[in-house]
T-cell receptor, first 114, second 113 residues
Framework: NAGVTQTPKFQVLKTGQSMTLQCAQD?????MSWYRQDPGMGLRLIHY???????DQGEVPNGYNVSRSTTEDFPLRLLSAAPSQTSVYFC?????????????FGEGSRLTVL | GDSVTQMEGPVTLSEEAFLTINCTYT??????LFWYVQYPGEGLQLLLK?????DKGSNKGFEATYRKETTSFHLEKGSVQVSDSAVYFC????????????FGQGTRLTINP
């Protein structure tokens, strides 16, 4: 009963490096999203997708890229990491709107950019 | 735009104390409201929700009532336990968009035995 799986759980990068945070869900959810969590700021939406082949920007999209080639996977790419991207990242998925609106979260990926 | 404001934390209580965590919101229309809980080292999980005015969500002894007149969704529990120590997030769903949730800043709760 995997739910939403994120990898890696921890990562340290140097400024300017690139990396991809992986997210996979096995619940056949159409909606997937990425949030970042920073102290005192709650969760802020980075990008989201309403289905395979469709993505859109959230509140804080700059410096991040996403794609959605399958229903199951929604990777988040950092193109050139900056210290301001040090954060905890959460992937979440949800069934269609009629499903009540609950988001199912992964366990998070803690990223440190030096 | 849509926003959620929670009471500042951290909150520290003794076991069996009464808990209230305040949450107010600003939204266009009538959003659905949620409380999520994040235990140490874990992702967020849904605690309770309410989808229309005067609805009461409840779970694990926690309750919250959707008050349209005061645009509030305060979280309450009559007798807290050490195991309730966590970060609590209030959130609203923007109905007109996708399944996007707007979160408050979170309130860290610590319960001492």
């Amino acid at each position: 009963n995997a739910g939403v799986t994120q990898t890696p759980k921890f990562q340290v990068l140097k400024t300017g490096q690139s990396m991809t945070l992986q997210c996979a869900q096995d619940m056949n959810h159409e909606y997937m999203s990425w949030y970042r969590q920073d102290p005192g700021m709650g969760l802020r939406l980075i990008h989201y997708s309403v289905g395979a082949g469709i993505t859109d920007q959230g509140e804080v999209p700059n410096g991040y890229n996403v794609s959605r080639s399958t229903t199951e996977d929604f990777p988040l790419r950092l193109l050139s990491a900056a210290p301001s991207q040090t954060s905890v990242y959460f992937c979440a998925s949800s069934p269609p709107v009629g499903g009540g609106g609950e988001l199912f979260f992964g366990e998070g990926s803690r990223l440190t950019v030096l | 735009g849509d926003s959620v404001t929670q009471m500042e934390g951290p909150v520290t209580l003794s076991e069996e104390a009464f808990l209230t965590i305040n949450c107010t919101y600003t939204a266009t229309g009538y959003p659905s409201l949620f409380w999520y809980v994040q235990y140490p080292g874990e992702g967020l999980q849904l605690l309770l929700k309410a989808t229309k005015a005067d609805d009461k969500g409840s779970n694990k002894g926690f309750e919250a009532t959707y008050r349209k007149e005061t645009t509030s969704f305060h979280l309450e529990k009559g007798s807290v336990q050490v195991s309730d120590s966590a970060v609590y997030f209030c959130a609203l769903r923007v109905k007109r968009g996708a399944q996007k949730l707007v979160f408050g800043q979170g309130t860290r709760l610590t319960i001492n035995p």
